[in-house]
């Protein structure tokens, strides 16, 4: 039986008629049309379904649309401020980081919280923060390239 | 070819950055139509197994339920070429009756699919699939290949009598490899195993297909030969080609999976039956059920002999091979393989054959490599080995025998460039080779280091095997800008940013000038597609030609205008130029307007069309260094460095080609230390069929890694360009074999090397 | 495998009373989801089909994490393992607990998943029951009845099987002081790559007597039989030695002989035997304090 629900995403209050059965990926993909999260192994493997809960990296695929009611929600849609893209953004596509891009939204979002927690991580904090977000086509390397440059962006003031 | 150029050889940005940054770029599964049905695929929970009965009544009762396939609805369909490729000169697939591949009345493996259906969501196609009653006839099943062929094992198809799929030969036999062998100063000689490796595209396979009301086919696909999925569709369906339009979105990922037609056949089939759009996407069980991945060699047994000054003299080969249930683009692996990897150093003698074998596992395919990869994880290990018994640095040995330009190439031609011997100078020098290897070797302590090498060369295209044909239509807009229309696979390679590089650099103009008209089989001209490491040299010399020829006509407008002939034209910065007076110019947008807007009666747009097939085929060559600690207790090995140095000729953009080198590593480092793609003996099933139990390197399984881009232009390529797509993943289960025996002395043979296999190696050396 | 879940009634839990009010009267086709991560993958497999779903995730009562004044730790089991992971007082008091927390799934997962959803899922192949087993954690459940405390050692009864009725609700995990002079570890090697289910596991206390000889062990082993288990056995052998290297590899060598793993028993033995020997001897030194390293917990590669 559907029951009303409320969810605030990317800012945005919506009201949506939805069964509890709901993944949270289901709403925000089928629901909101926000195609950005993506299913991928949908066992919590590869964090192409990342979206930020309160600031923090969660799992769209294993999360129940209920229990995410009224908490913020950014998806990548979220990100960038009309046409301009956020420092991450910028750096994913400055130095390369995108192949396929299908990975992309879950490594920018887990990236943003690891930056918003730590402005000044190591080599060795970007890989532990995204140990859970595979990449089949960069081999990495330029995902923690654009991160580590982010944050620097980000310390010297960049527009966010 | 020393000259500056203005935009190849840059990092530029892709255009398809932004929409993929922002998570606006549309794959196939996030494309939604009115009255869109969602599909799902029932599967076989058994190894082998006849369908007796499918009862369908209570999944059609279902509500929201719009259809039900199963193989009576496809008595009406044509033959059905899973290799597609209709290449006389390669052995491909063969022509499989029509109930036999899409949904099965012979489940011939664990996940094959028996029956479909199409309901308004997802939820209702899931529940639907549980209410499928099916009957099953279980038979026993064989799932390796020497097993298969022996007499009395259980039949998979009664197209491949005895279970053999294809005899195959080593399509450039030369001399005498027994007589050769039997006179080297030194046989080496192993029998290796090779896995079976998934591609694990991050997006599963997707297909969104609808028929217009004209009763025009229109289906959105991943395809990476779009216009071979048009003709093969058209053909298993009896639709005229032109009654069939393939789009391509964005893909996530290929690597060789998409060579073949994945989700589309279901995806039709249910659009013609129930007259609406059909979405199909697959899970990632589906994916690793239901798809071809990369063929698995249950045996290569290679001898190479050597005279004593390291000269080889002679290789022989025999494969044995799986090719699952159904012969997909499986076969083609060992006939690459061995072409690739057999020609690679000079060899006067060589033989090779293949038996490939039908087996109740999942399809086998063509994966990133192609074969080349098994084939040299045995080759550079004996080398190795021949090396360390006649007394040679593993360089050295390989300098000895790599082949200059001028001689013969792998597939026949002539070689026009290499840049081996550059790649291994040039990556021993930054990997640190000639120290590390003078150290004096750790014997005991529980962690070993060692370091080691491969090399390796790969084709760029395939002629003259597959059909090369691309072509490109290039056209000036009234501002000087320009559309370019190609259809490369869309799967995240950079592509569209280097096929911009070329086309603007030759037109001299800036690459943000240029836009990619691609994805659609209506606007596009035929094009092979991407495989085979092609996409930049091909498709990218059929743009630079179609660029010549639109900038000749922009030149011969130009010329008028500026009252200079045409060929003391140049242009720059998006100006014609008098050569000899380069204050002399006009605005390329000026003169596209000019000719744009003319009320002469000779109006024209400056556009160029040109198909290219190129005859020749440029290896591309790389060296490949990994150092290792081998934990002696445990038996883990962690590669802790690799370098990568490549010959891929001149450079389109370094980034992009460093891009495809960092990420053939994560695949690399899979297919030799993590993935196991695993089948129950006893049952049949497939253990593996998700990440949680197939593990791809993850970003702390990864190395330092470095790459070295040689970055000298080939004769042949579009401004010397060489392909690189699948040479970043062939030398590097060699190099780590090679450095895994440097660090503690035994070989390992079989893929993937895990930590029980070299346990017992160790364990075996020191009885 | 399915992608969407099958349709359930979803309650959220005002209390644990309520919560325990709700189990009761809709029996064992309710079930309570505080992350969901593992109950969510099993519903999608189809292993688990609960009729209704009782939302915990919300108690800020069973969302607790204090020190107590004797040198414990009383956790409520709504604490994720990020938090586990991070909280300076488990690191302080319990760093192997916070490293086997740390090593749970994923980043994502961690921040999701709940300790006490990971000790109620009782998998047998996880990374803090044999870490609890060596602290002597004790379970503290509620049910219509009043409230129960079991020790972990008796908690797990099989794979995915424990001893909390379908009407009962974890409410705390509490951990006991460690026995003067004592320091613990986490030793842990994963399947395949290094993000990945654990292999083998053992968490291991060890106290040393004034003359330097055992004066207590505790070894929990996971991931190496059907429940994480003690290796008494082991455990028996080093008491009042020295812990000379020899003595060490012979108490790992019976570690090993008490596993009984199902699928790759050889390998899965053979590590047991390392780690068991890595992290006794580790422990050792680090008590005696004669180490460079405080590392206390460590993959091999």
Partial sequence: ??????????????????????????????ELGLTGTKHSCG???????????????????????????????????????????????????????????????????????LLDKKPDPTEEDVREALAGNICRCTGYVKIIEAVLAAAEAMRKGAAR | MNEEFSVVGKRIRQPD???????????????????????????????????????????????????????????????????????????????IPPEEQVVNRVARHYGDAVAAVAAVNEHIAEEALSLLEV??????????????????????????????????????????????????????????????????????AACLAYVDASGRLNVWSQCQLAHLARRELANIFNLPVHKVKIMTPFVGGSFGQRGALCAEPVAVALALKTNKPVKLVFSREDNFL????????????????????????????????????????????????????????????????????????????????????AMMFCIEQLVDEAAEKLGLDPIDIRLKNTKQPGETASMGLMLESSYLEDCMRAGAERFGWQELRSQPKETEGRIRRGCGMATMSHCTGAAPLYLEHSNAMVKFNEDGSVN?????????????????????????????DVSIVTGDTDITLFEYGSDASRSTYAIGGATLRAARKAKEQLLAHAAEMLEVPPDQLETRDRRVFSKADPNKSIDVGEVCYDAIYSFGGEATNFAGKQSFEPTWNSPTFGAYFAEVEVDTETGRVCVTRFVTAIDCGKAINPMAVEGQLEGGLQQGLGYALTENFLVNETTGKVETTNYDSYKVPGTLDMPHSEVIIVDKPDPKGPFGAKGVGEPGMVGIPPAIANAIYDAIGVRIHSLPMTPERILAALAEKDD | MYRVLQPFEYLEAKSVDHAVELLTRLGPDARVIAGGTDLIISMKKRDLAPKALIAIGGLSELSFLEATTEGGLRIGPLVTHAAVAASEVVRERFEMLAVAAGEVGTPQVRNMGTLGGNVCKAGPSQDTPPVLIALEAVLTLRGPHGERSVPMGEFCTGPFCTVVAPEEVLTEITIPPLPEGSAGCYKWCTKITKVDETLAGAGVVLSLADDGTCKDVRIGLGSVAPTAIRARQAEGMLLGTKLEPGEVEAAAETAFTECMPRSRPGYRRHMVRVMVKDAVMELKEKIVGDSTSSDPGEAPR
């Fill in chain 1, 1 to 30: 039986m559907k029951t009303l629900a409320n969810f605030v995403v990317n800012g945005e209050p919506y009201e949506l008629a939805i069964e509890p059965n709901l993944l949270l990926i289901e709403v925000l993909r089928d």
């Fill in chain 1, 43 to 113: 066992v919590g493997n590869c964090g192409a379904c990342t979206v930020l809960v309160e600031g923090e990296p969660v799992l769209a695929c294993l999360s129940l649309a209920m229990a995410a009611r009224g908490k913020a929600i950014t998806t990548i849609e979220g990100l960038a401020e009309g046409p301009t893209l956020h420092p991450l953004q910028e750096a994913f596509i400055e130095v390369g980081a995108i192949q396929c891009g299908y990975c992309t939204p879950g490594m920018i979002l887990t990236a943003k919280a």
């Fill in chain 2, 17 to 95: 950055g932004p929409a993929k940054a922002t998570g606006e770029a549309k794959f196939v599964g996030d494309l939604r139509m009115p009255g869109m049905l969602i599909a799902k695929v029932l599967r076989s929970p058994h190894a082998h197994a006849r369908v007796a009965a499918i009862d369908t009544s209570r999944a059609e009762a279902l509500p929201g339920v719009a259809a039900v396939l199963t193989p009576d609805d496809l008595e009406d369909w044509s033959g059905f070429d899973r290799g597609m490729k209709d290449m006389p000169l390669v052995a491909g697939g063969y022509r």
């Fill in chain 2, 135 to 204: 009957e099953y006839e279980v038979l026993p099943f064989v799932l390796n290949a020497e097993e298969a062929l022996r007499s009395g094992a259980p039949q998979v198809t009664e197209a491949a009598p005895g279970n053999i799929g294809k005899h195959l030969s080593y399509p450039y036999p030369e001399g005498d490899v027994d007589q050769a062998l039997a006179e080297a100063d030194l046989v080496v000689e192993g029998e290796f195993q090779t896995t079976k490796q998934d591609h694990c595209t991050q997006e599963t």
């Fill in chain 2, 290 to 373: 239901g798809l071809e991945s990369r063929t698995g060699f249950d045996n290569i047994h290679v001898r190479l002999g050597f005279k004593k000054d390291g000269t080889l003299t002679a290789i022989k080969t025999n494969m044995l091979g799986h090719l699952g249930g159904y012969m997909g683009c499986g076969p083609m692996a060992s006939v690459i393989g061995m072409t690739l990897s057999m020609g690679h150093y000079r060899c006067p003698n060589r033989y090779g054959d293949a038996d490939m074998v039908m087996t109740n596992i999942p399809v086998s395919g063509a994966m990133r490599g192609f074969g080349n990869d």
């Fill in chain 2, 484 to 512: 370019l229309t190609v259809y490369p696979a869309p799967v995240g390679t950079h592509i569209w940013g280097a096929l911009s590089q070329i086309c603007a650099e030759e037109l001299g103009i800036g690459v943000e």
